[in-house]
């Protein structure tokens, strides 16, 4: 199955902006639907983008507008630029993979280890 490592994560002002990536190794995303997800101290782990297969994108409420997500299926990379950051995008964010499903639910098969963003 697939791997991931996300990186990108840090400190940022308000107001800021961050780039995360996720690099898979394994089997090429080109197979999976993928998505980030963040989880707040105390709070249940939140959907925040997925991408199909074929590119489409979907977003959160909280972040639409904000944040954009994309993929590079040859180097096996997916991103997750993030713009205009507010503290209550203070999370560990992840990389996830499904084979089956494309959605902003919590339940891929396959996730990364996480990645600290704290906006202040």
């Known amino acids: 199955h697939v791997q991931l490592v996300e990186s990108g994560g840090g400190s940022v002002q308000v107001g800021g902006s961050l780039r995360l990536s996720c690099v898979a190794s394994g089997h090429s995303i080109s197979r999976y639907y993928m998505g980030w997800f963040r989880q707040g101290p105390g709070k249940e782990r939140e959907g925040v983008a997925a991408i199909h297969r074929d590119g489409r994108t979907k977003y959160g409420d909280r972040v639409k507008g904000r944040f954009t997500i994309s993929k590079d299926d040859s180097e096996g990379i997916l991103s997750l630029q993030m713009g205009s950051l507010k503290p209550e995008d203070t999370a560990t964010y992840y990389c996830?993979?499904?084979?089956?499903?494309?959605?902003?639910?919590?339940?891929?098969?396959?996730w990364g280890h996480g990645t600290q963003v704290t906006v202040s």
């Open positions: 996830a993979a499904d084979p089956q499903w494309w959605h902003l639910k919590a339940n891929y098969n396959y």
